[in-house]
T-cell receptor, first 114, second 107 residues
């Protein structure tokens, strides 16, 4: 869907290096979410934001930090990447406030930590 | 036990068959979502339900709030329906996902 983009689409990085993934939206939504998708686990919430500088942890937040200095950008940082963080990362926003009409997902970032 | 359970995990069908994917949940929800993910592709919202039934083309989604159960039906299945179908619930402003059902439809 238009309105949400993730970058990069693919990244290979070495263990111990910092990595930042970017989610950019043009819909002016308060809420933004970062999920990771792993086989056998489905999508799991890492962090979410409910406004500029307002963020909270999800169920798998260890090893990740986020920042939201502008409404349109939500950054996910792996401070020191580990092999267990090899995954596909998705950003999402509600289609309307409160998710009343579903969610729009970014195209995903495939991260490989070697 | 996962809060959102889907069945079956894998499903194969011949083109034209009627397909049903089930979703059960154990938490309070404000809505239930069905999503589709093609191999290597992004995730697309198909339906959002809070009660009753919705239909879009050959896809039908139903929900029974009392039984905490939802079904996704595909009528006259086609190979292009091959994808992973994911059930998720809003609880209330975060999504909890099932692990998905992988559907393959053969010509």
């Amino acid at each position: 869907d238009a309105g949400i983009t993730q970058s990069p689409r693919h990244k290979v990085t070495e263990t111990g290096t910092p990595v930042t993934l970017r989610c950019h939206q043009t819909e002016n939504h308060r809420y933004m979410y970062w999920y990771r998708q792993d086989p056998g686990h489905g999508l799991r919430l890492i962090h979410y934001s409910y406004g500029v500088k307002d963020t909270d942890k999800g169920e798998v937040s260890d090893g990740y930090s986020v920042s939201r200095s502008k409404t349109e950008d939500f950054l996910l940082t792996l401070e020191s990447a580990t092999s267990s963080q090899t995954s596909v990362y998705f950003c999402a926003i509600p289609r309307v406030a409160g998710g009343a009409y579903g969610y729009t997902f970014g195209s995903g970032t495939r991260l490989t930590v070697v | 036990k996962n809060e959102v359970e889907q069945s079956p995990q894998n499903l194969t069908a011949q083109e034209g068959e009627f397909i049903t994917i089930n979703c059960s949940y154990s938490v309070g929800i404000s809505a239930l979502h069905w999503l589709q993910q093609h191999p290597g592709g992004g995730i697309v919202s198909l339906f959002m339900l809070s009660s009753g039934k919705k239909k879009h083309g050959r896809l039908i989604a139903t929900i029974n709030i009392q039984e905490k159960h939802s079904s996704l039906h595909i009528t006259a299945s086609h190979p292009r329906d091959s994808a992973v179908y994911i059930c998720a619930v809003s609880n209330p402003d975060k999504l909890i996902f099932g692990t998905g059902t992988r559907l393959q439809v053969f010509p």
